[in-house]
């Protein structure tokens, strides 16, 4: 059978050179050498993350059943003070019993932040529910275990970030890959994680988008041509940092914003740019590491 190997991210043509899957497998072979403190660190930073997810969804469903004016009073994913309020008080006739001067010095005194409002939304909530729900004081203690759960995850969280910033800043191509719009400590170490820092096992960066699973693969049959799809075989922890990184370089970046808005003209859907612009953006890493240089930003953008 010929081999093929990509020539852009939508041609092929004939070479002898090693498949897909050669590559990939050569890619995990070089992986092995890698010091295994960085993904170690990364993997119980997603295990921590999905569980703080899980316990999330559980409190939201548990406090839901008996207060809902509560659930609905605050963002319990972006506001720590909201969770410590739970650790202590989760019922209506509760919050209400302390009154709102009281339930601000307690919050205060656990430091949570703008006491005094949550303290005054929360006797809102309780001021307007009044229905007592049958053994809601089971429910209660869970939401508050759960609460506990979640705030020690966060602290887990941010000192396993921390860890992972102090070693991804000790790689050699750590300011370079933080120099392009999107990637951060975080998605920078999930990048080295999952390609090594060694860009030479590539050979190419067709081959590297190959790998990421953002350079299509032919499968045609009979007289049918020109099927490409996406490879079943790819690192789809590059994949993740590569696509994540362009999602947030949109934001961040006037070059990346008008190629996306570019390709959204042209009927893409917004998954859809957001891979197209992800492949762009494979290129312009895979010359920076080559070469070793920082990203530089052009001082034109061209909309066409």
């Not at 963002?75 to 509760?94: E, F, M, R």
């Not at 759960?149 to 602290?155: F, W």
């Not at 998954?271 to 290129?283: F, I, K, S």
Request: net charge positive; aromatic share 6%.
């Amino acid at each position: 059978m010929e081999r093929r190997e990509w020539v852009g991210s939508n041609r092929f043509r004939a070479d002898p050179g090693r498949k897909l899957g050669a590559v990939l497998q050569h890619h995990r072979r070089r992986l092995r050498t890698v010091p295994v403190g960085l993904t170690v660190l990364l993997g119980w930073e997603q295990v921590a993350e999905q569980n703080g997810h899980r316990y999330h969804a559980t409190r939201t469903d548990q406090l839901l059943e008996y207060f809902p004016a509560l659930e609905r009073a605050f963002d319990y994913a972006t506001s720590k003070a909201a969770l410590v309020l739970l650790t202590g008080y989760q019922t209506p006739d509760g919050i209400r019993r302390i009154g709102a001067a009281r339930l601000e010095a307690w919050l205060r005194k656990r430091h949570a932040r703008n006491a005094s409002r949550v303290a005054q939304t929360a006797i809102a909530a309780a001021q307007a529910q009044h229905t007592r729900v049958p053994d809601q004081q089971v429910a209660a203690e869970v939401v508050a275990r759960l609460a506990k759960e979640v705030i020690a995850l966060d602290t887990q969280i941010g000192e396993t970030e921390a860890q992972i910033e102090a070693r991804f800043r000790s790689h050699r191509h750590a300011r370079i890959i933080v120099s392009m719009p999107g990637f951060g400590p975080i998605l920078g170490a999930e990048f080295l994680a999952a390609t090594g820092g060694d860009m030479s096992v590539f050979e190419s960066a067709d081959r590297f988008a190959g790998v990421a699973g953002r350079a299509p693969v032919p499968r045609d049959s009979g007289r049918i041509r020109g099927n490409l799809h996406r490879p079943r075989r790819y690192d789809r922890r590059l994949l993740r940092a590569c696509y994540m990184s362009a999602m947030v370089s949109i934001g961040s970046c006037v070059e990346s914003r008008v190629y996306y808005d570019r390709k959204r003209a042209e009927g893409k859907r917004h998954t859809q740019a957001v891979l197209a612009l992800g492949r762009r953006r494979v290129n312009v890493l895979w010359a920076m590491l080559r070469d070793e240089v920082l990203h530089r930003p052009a001082s034109t953008v061209a909309a066409a």
